[in-house]
T-cell receptor
């Protein structure tokens, strides 16, 4: 089946630093990639939609200057959490979509802890 | 996208079939029904999806009622590793395609 790789799986860093998370589709070209966030005991919430070569589309309430998304190729999207603070601590999950009406495939997530 | 309603939790004995219901009474004609599951501390795993017809793959079967207002995910022989949160999601194409709205899902516990 389709594989989406996410790296790193776990990161701990100090408040004020920036953290980059990579999402790669390993065996298919993804027309679109998505970034989700999940807080403890809550469901996944979509943060942004990323299309290769164009600017990401952010959901309401998500700060685009804080969560920078770059989609440089059809197999790679990155999420950078800039000037991270403890309230940004969460489980960040990416997904990749090959074509419309096909199922998304998710990475295993990145657990971000800001001290 | 149409909203879905699922039971909060369900139990199932190992080796028995697990039948997980989902109501989507406001589903539109172009919306697919997708099922994903999330095992603790992992990303969601795609299980199956369908539009009108019943579907089966190596993981599960999806039964969609004729009026499409509800569906049932069937895990034919549940194992302990099937313990997870199961999400039923409806999604259409067009500008909203791929934007999955995750509800609270059903916590399925498979016990020995």
């Amino acid at each position: 089946g389709a594989v989406v790789s996410q790296h790193p799986s776990w990161v701990i860093c100090k408040s004020g630093t920036s953290v980059k998370i990579e999402c790669r589709s390993l065996d298919f070209q993804a027309t679109t990639m998505f970034w989700y966030r999940q807080f403890p005991k809550q469901s996944l919430m979509l943060m942004a939609t990323s299309n290769e070569g164009s600017k990401a589309t952010y959901e309401q309430g998500v700060e685009k200057d804080k969560f920078l998304i770059n989609h440089a190729s059809l197999t790679l999207s990155t999420l950078t959490v800039t000037s991270a603070h403890p309230e940004d601590s969460s489980f960040y999950i990416c997904s990749a979509l090959r074509t419309e009406y096909q199922p998304q495939h998710f990475g295993d997530g990145t657990r971000l802890s800001i001290l | 996208d149409a909203k879905t309603t699922q039971p909060t939790s369900m139990d199932c004995a190992e080796g028995r079939a697990a039948n997980l219901p989902c109501n989507h009474s406001t589903i539109s004609g172009n919306e697919y029904v997708y099922w994903y599951r999330q095992i603790h501390s992992q990303g969601p795993q795609y299980i199956i999806h369908g539009l009108k017809n019943n579907e089966t793959n190596e993981m599960a079967s999806l039964i969609i009622t004729e009026d499409r207002k509800s569906s049932t995910l069937i895990l034919p022989h549940a194992t302990l590793r099937d313990t997870a949160v199961y999400y039923c999601i409806v999604n259409a194409g067009g500008t909203s395609y791929g934007k999955l709205t995750f509800g609270q899902g059903t916590i399925l516990t498979v016990h020995p």
